[in-house]
């Protein structure tokens, strides 16, 4: 599957290409390998239905290049995986032939890749259902990208939370590594504390001595800005007019970041900032949305935190699938080299 991604790559390596000084990290990068260091990334194909149909999938082969030439260095894949699983727990052949169409062109377009399994919330419910679902999906996709590139990433599991509390996660995350370490002893493995993946819960995140961990979290505070109707979210949902800005916002989401950055140091942990952004449902004004969004990522980059901004499509959206092309004042806020 793979011998058409990395035949390319190794003629160039052994030819002239190897000699090159590579091109610098801008919008305007050509397409080529994937770099091993993430930077600035995209959280994509989530709420797609190119899972159950592929002829009404919102997001196309071309919209990979689109992302590279955009700016962007590699995409989060958001998996919900359980429900393309038998009664056995058996992965449906369409969902894999999808999730091998995704690697495969995401890796061509020169992007890197972390597959995302992204059932959190089934998996925070049931312990004992997340345990058999997640070893069958890892011990099913673990082994068939054992030859992928370094540039493909895995993440063992999205936002545990409620009953995957921080004792039952650190119980359970070894069990799944475990797995993945069978077949991919080196590859780089994401994992994220408890409570959605909280900087307040990194200190209870307990890691083995595994130098190819990115240990992640996902910001959204202040939550009521960042989810100001919300649907989903009972306690804002109703909430409207919620501004951010001022000095003393920029300056706690500073203080966030050097809150995590000091645990980084102390532990030696490479830190990925999985999701971030804000609402777009909910009036907020655009100006204000970017404005946001370009702080959280320049804090991010400036901590030397890679970050995945939520997300490409669907909500908190980044491209517009009508307009066929990117929200300008939240690309230019996360790209700047796009303005």
Partial sequence: MFKKLIAPIIAC?????????PAPETASTPAGAPSAEL???VNVL???????????????QRHFAEIRQGGFDFVRVNLAAFKHMNAENQLSPAFLERLDWIVENATAAGLSVIIDEHDFNACSDNVDTCRAKLSAF???VAPRYRDAPQSVLFELLNEPHAKLDADTWNALYPEILAIVR????TRRVVIGPTQWNSRSKLDALKLPADPNIIVTFH????FPFTHQGASWVEETKLLRGITWGTDADRAAVAKDFDEVAAWAKANDRQILLGEFGA????????????????????????????WAYWQFDSDFIVWDMKKNGWVEPLHKALIPEAR
């Fill in 46 to 60: 989530g709420y797609d239905p190119i899972w159950t149909d592929p002829a009404k999938g919102r997001f196309q």
């Fill in 279 to 306: 609402y777009d449902g909910s009036g907020t004004p655009i100006e204000m949305r970017a404005a946001y969004t370009e702080a959280v990522a320049r804090e991010a980059e400036r901590h030397g935190f890679s």
């Fill in 39 to 41: 930077r600035r990334g």
């Fill in 219 to 222: 910001y959204y505070d202040p």
């Fill in 13 to 21: 390596l052994l030819t002239a290409c190897a000699a090159e000084t």
């Fill in 138 to 140: 890892w011990n099913q």
């Fill in 182 to 185: 069978q077949t991919n002893p």
